[in-house]
């Protein structure tokens, strides 16, 4: 018997990948494990998995060599090629040899314990999972909906502008690429107890191993969250995201210290090996507010344009660029005469704009505004 | 001008690698001292050898670890076991190495002039 199989995740990685998961035609698990490197091949095992059992595998409560040595259906299969499909041939054998087992022990992780509920949503959605956990000082397992609504909202766009901060400052190739919508919205599709416990999940681009591009932005939400002694290094901190993500996260702060409400932020992705955990409670909002508002330049966004004017109205102080980078239109406002005397259409100019979003309401599109801070012929 | 202990293809190392430094990762051996075959990368070992999301860049690197923990669980495995772990103490000779895949897992590209005598087995 041959099963064709193909790899999900690489779970273990030692000049080889040494275990991982594959899913035949039907999306049932296998885990597969390199036995041997011999005369330049590979051999594998593997046996069928349910999602209960390699969660509990991923979890680090089941053995290893319990799998293999006692799986849910007796039936193990072997290969030695991993291209883009796996051929496993069957294993005719009653048992596996003792070569082929590991030791008693190998555990994935160190245990994950009461984290298995996310832990599981990670297993089934493949990708990083996030519960938003939200209380107010009436009541620990209700909220009220405007303020669910605006602190979602505002949770999204601090995932979204701090996911594209980190990848304008991470060494990767061609970066365009990832630019798209499903490396930083996130889905909602569950909810549960212990506070109002709202569960979404990410369609973010992920590689084999499990790293899910959405963690960029999670991984820096923690960071311009966290407790700190240091106010300096906070501030730092805060400045690798400085624009957009600030005005936002000063908006959720002042929202949770205004309504008296609890955040719990836990998320989970693939490759992690463990689960991040962090609270802001009224007292930390206000720890944080308090330093944003010490550096208000922090939430300033600068936007340049290069290009010609389509129109300008000197005396109402609006104008109109043609953005010859992206082949774009852009209209924005301008205080006292600094539009006095530029050129329409014939002349480039480069333009430094202050980035406003407008005030932010749940059932409304935001409005971005630009507003003309210099201006100087373009060379 | 490094010397890579193998032909590595374009652009590999990755820009982004760096020099170790004095930093200290673990890696495994067949048995106590340490030999040449101990340093094989996955393509020195296996030519045709080919899996998705493995670059071949990586493919020319070794693995490594600097959480001695996860290097030592990998002796329960089939493939590992009777092996022994080794301590290495990386300078900036020693090669380029970047973090890949998993949290603590190493990908050293190693230069000639990486002297193994020199490395110490710790289990």
Known sequence: MIKQLNISQILVYYDFPEIFVAVDSVGTNYLCLLVATDNGNTNYITTAISNKRLSSFINGSTDLRDIFEEPEIKQWFTFSQVIDSIEAIEWNEASLPQDFLPEKGFLYHKQLQGDELILNEVIEKRNAVVHLAVSDSEDNYSIDADNLGDIVKLYQVIIENSYKKSLIQRNIKDKKQYYIPPNYKLRAFASSYSSFNLHLYSTSQTDLFGNAMIEMGLEKFDEITKDFDNEEDFIAALRTVKGHTISSLKKLVKKLIDNNIKLKHKWFAPNQDKVHFTIIDKSKAEKIYAVLNLAEELAEETKTFLGYFVQVDVEKGTWRIYNLEDEKEYSGEATGQSLQGVTVETVNYKLVCQEIIEELKVTEKEKTKYVLQTIDKAE | ?123
Not at chain 2, 111 to 120: P, Q, R, Y
């Open chain 2, 1 to 123: 001008m490094k010397q890579w202990s193998e032909i590595l293809p374009d652009q590999c190392p990755p820009d982004n690698s760096f020099e170790p430094d004095g930093l200290v990762f673990y890696r495994l051996c067949a048995s106590p001292p340490p030999t040449e075959e101990d340093f094989k990368s996955q393509r020195a070992n296996c030519p045709t050898c080919n899996f998705n999301n493995v670059s071949e860049c990586i493919t020319h690197s070794l693995s490594v670890w600097d959480d001695i923990d996860k290097c030592l669980n990998l002796l329960k495995l089939p493939r590992h076991k009777g092996k022994a772990a080794m301590k290495l103490e990386l300078s900036s000779n020693d090669g380029l190495v970047l973090q890949t895949f998993k949290p603590n897992h190493y990908s050293w590209w190693r230069t000639k002039s990486f002297d193994i005598s020199l490395v110490t087995t710790t289990q």
